[in-house]
């Protein structure tokens, strides 16, 4: 098991470069995710308050910082329910670096297998309100070209806040063209799955998903895209479902909204957990709030959009979901007999439904 735990005494000086009037009460770990992550009780001279300590491991790429100036950006230009981030610490040898402080946000945070414990009712509004804040993340005019979005850093923070500004998010090798971003995509496609465990597909879902793209049509444009808006990346209000807090930002696309609907719906729903065997799928049910929930607070067109091609971005999903399927799967705990034989054959025939 990976340890995702740090020294005290490294919390407290990272703490102290960020806010060196603060004092660490009491820390604890996270009880999932993969990063290093600390939940504290802080004193301050204004008095107790709680935060959260994201921090990196030694075998992890260092992204943090990265998150906290997409956080900074978001919360300084949208209405969306992210952390504010207090200071972060881009590259000390000697701490678990790059690290981040930031509030906490009200709600409580699920596994992504969780659904069982939702009525009816949560589900909807946990998928409606998802819509509402999609919507809302898709009208920040961040990006101008489709691919991989970064943040241009402006110097090295070591305690301070990020920039704010807007234009420090960038593309990595933008693409001006959707439709050609999408077939560089699946040529990129191609070659991961020639050594994964299901390339026998590639030669019934690559010219599938080909042919899907020929008849993509419409007016595109470019998105600053969620993607994995899971019920781990997300706080939610315990009576209601709505979402209360969008959390973990390391990983974001420029792409158009119906492409971001298709794996939100994918992710929401628990992503490959429903392929288990005795596993229900929340899909029908999430995908309906989603999208009711965009067409409250979004353009109409985006839905019909996404109802129009969502057999292409769905295709696009399920060849994502096969590049990661054993890595999903061992994080989860998933032991690699039967079950997890089982779920490789719902993927095959769910894709091949698009075929």
Request: hydrophobic share 40%.
């Amino acid at each position: 098991m990976t340890d995702r735990t740090i020294p005290h005494a490294q919390i407290t000086e990272l703490l102290a470069r960020i806010r060196p009037t603060w004092t660490v009460e009491s820390a604890t770990p996270a009880s999932d995710g993969s990063h290093v992550v600390y939940f504290l009780d802080v004193a301050t001279p204004n008095g107790p308050r709680e935060c959260v300590l994201k921090a990196t491991r030694p075998d992890q790429s260092p992204v943090c910082d990265d998150e906290a100036r997409v956080l900074a950006v978001l919360g300084a230009h949208t209405d969306l329910p992210v952390p504010a981030v207090f200071g972060a610490v881009d590259d000390d040898p000697d701490l678990p670096t790059p690290a981040f402080l930031a509030s906490v946000l009200p709600g409580a945070n699920h596994s992504r297998t969780a659904f069982p414990e939702f009525s009816p009712e949560a589900i909807r509004e946990l998928g409606r309100s998802t819509g509402r804040l999609l919507a809302e993340l898709h009208r920040f005019d961040a990006v101008d070209a489709y691919g991989f979005v970064g943040v241009d850093h402006d110097g090295s923070l070591d305690g301070g806040r990020p920039s704010a500004d807007p234009a420090s998010i960038t593309v990595h090798d933008p693409a001006d063209d959707w439709t050609g971003y999408l077939r560089g995509e699946i040529e990129r496609l191609d070659d991961a799955l020639a050594d994964a465990r299901f390339a026998d597909l590639r030669g019934e879902v690559l010219p599938a998903l080909d042919a899907a793209v020929d008849d993509l049509a419409g007016e595109f444009r470019p998105a600053l895209c969620r993607i994995d808006q899971s019920l781990d990346n997300s706080l939610v209000d315990p009576e209601s479902g709505a979402v209360t807090g969008l959390l973990d930002w390391e990983f974001a696309v420029a792409a158009t909204p119906a492409y971001d609907l298709a794996f939100v719906e994918h992710t929401l729903a628990g992503g490959h957990w429903p392929l288990l065997p005795d596993q229900p799928d929340y899909g029908e049910r999430v995908r309906e709030g989603l999208l009711a929930g965009y067409r409250e607070a979004g353009p109409n067109r985006v839905v019909e959009q996404f109802r129009r091609d969502r057999e292409c971005y769905a295709l696009l999903v399920e060849v994502h979901s096969m590049l990661n399927f054993d890595s999903w799967f061992d994080l989860r705990g998933v032991d690699s007999g039967g079950r997890r034989e089982a779920a490789a054959d719902a993927l095959r025939d769910r894709a091949r439904r698009y075929c």
